[in-house]
């Protein structure tokens, strides 16, 4: 059985729903980002909500914990191992705007104490941050300008997984049974690389 969990804000549709993570207790944080889905994008008639916003939605209860981090729509989203730290990318399509986000997640699953985990302004490849998942030593990994760029919880940077000349990697999940196979997307494709520690999967 399908069920909607959020659909609207303030009586306002969301924009373009894009990423989506789940707590341990049932809780769920979303993105709501560019408006990519709609005819018309950011000038469609559709579009209610005046910015783009990084959601929590709890029994049933949706709440916007951020607007537009730094100015620009919020994208991908996940959780360190623990469920302290909620991370939120913000690629948009200037060299300027590439930067992955941590925010401190409360006790009721609201956050504050936004703060710049990594800036990947300046380097060369095709589009920013998008899509972003951790590894169970809590290390971040996101496709974003190049490949797909490793930065432990610290946002020192470990390592980066070259895209094929030409592509952008989007989005990628950790997968197989021990969770240590990395998928990737591109536009047409679909990638794996295995690697030495095993990620956090739903």
Request: proline letters at 8%; aromatic letters at 8%.
């Amino acid at each position: 059985m399908r069920e909607s969990i959020a659909e609207s804000y303030e009586g306002k549709r969301l924009t373009c729903p894009n990423d989506i993570v789940a707590k341990s207790d049932g809780a769920v944080y979303f993105t709501d980002g560019a408006a990519g889905c709609l005819q018309g994008r950011e000038d469609s008639p559709q579009k209610e909500l005046p910015f783009h916003g990084i959601y929590f939605v709890k029994s049933g209860k949706v709440q916007l914990l951020d607007k537009d981090p730094d100015g620009i729509p919020p994208n991908g989203i996940a959780l360190s191992p623990d469920e302290k730290i909620l991370y939120v990318t913000n690629g948009g399509p200037a060299p300027n705007q590439r930067k992955i986000f941590a925010y401190d997640v409360q006790s009721d699953g609201t956050v504050k104490n936004r703060r710049v985990l990594v800036d990947l302004t300046g380097e060369k490849g095709l589009g920013g941050p998008d899509g972003v998942k951790v590894d169970r030593q809590g290390n971040v990994y996101s496709a974003a300008t190049g490949g797909v760029w490793i930065v432990s919880p610290e946002g020192k940077r470990l390592g980066l997984i070259p895209a094929p000349e030409g592509l952008r990697f989007a989005n990628l999940a950790f997968g197989d049974p021990d969770s240590k196979t990395l998928y990737l997307v591109t536009g047409k494709n679909l990638w794996r690389i295995r690697l030495n520690v095993p990620g956090v999967r739903p």
